[in-house]
């Protein structure tokens, strides 16, 4: 991975990921808000789409 890009990618951990969990997916708006946040979990592809369709207001 080139550095410029795990750079951005620490930063982006430092801000939305502070415990270090992994794996971690976070929905933002287009200012970056967070939206909310999930991890894995075993259920339908459709359940996880329909949660992460949740966050968005």
């Given at each position: 991975?080139?550095e410029?890009?795990a ?6 951990a ?16 287009n200012k970056g808000?967070?939206l909310?946040?999930?991890?894995y979990?075993?259920i ?7 949660e ?5 207001k």
């Open positions: 991975m080139p410029k890009q750079t951005a990618n620490a930063k982006l430092e801000k939305y990921d502070k415990e270090g969990v992994f794996p971690l997916v976070v929905v933002l708006d808000t967070l909310g946040e999930t991890g979990k075993k339908t592809p459709k359940a996880y789409i329909q992460l369709n949740s966050f968005v």
